[in-house]
C-alpha cells in the first residue's frame, strides 16, 4: 500500500510542477523563436501572462491580457528587458484573437 500512496504523491508532484512558471510553450505559428512563459495571474477579470521570446532578431518581454470569453487581447506592456516592457505604454483597446496566431497559442496558455 505504501509503494502505491508514495508513487501517486510522485505523479501529482510532477504533473503540478510543471505548470509553473517559467516553462517553454511551443508557438507553431513562430516555429524559428522559443517563447518562456515567466507568469500568469490576473488583472481584475483579465488573465494575464508575461513571455519572454527569443528570435533572430532579439529578446522581447511581453506582457498580455487576455479577454477569455471574448477571445480579445491587449499588450499591457512590451521590450527588451523586462524594466523596459514594465515602463512602456499599454494598448488602449483589446483586439481580436486570430485562430492560430501567436496571441491565440499564448491566450490558450493564459485562459487555460
Known sequence: MKKI???AVIAVA???GASKPPYNLHVPSDPTATYTVLDIG???NLATIITKR???S???YSQ???ECNERKVMYLGSGETLEQMKSSKPDDTPSEIF???IAD???RESCG
Do not use: Q
Open 64 to 66: 498580455r491580457a487576455y
Open 105 to 107: 497559442y499564448v491566450g
Open 5 to 7: 500512496v508514495i508513487g
Open 14 to 16: 510532477v504533473t503540478t
Open 99 to 101: 485562430d492560430g496566431s
Open 42 to 44: 490576473s488583472k481584475g
Open 58 to 60: 532579439g529578446t522581447t
Open 54 to 56: 527569443e528570435g533572430a
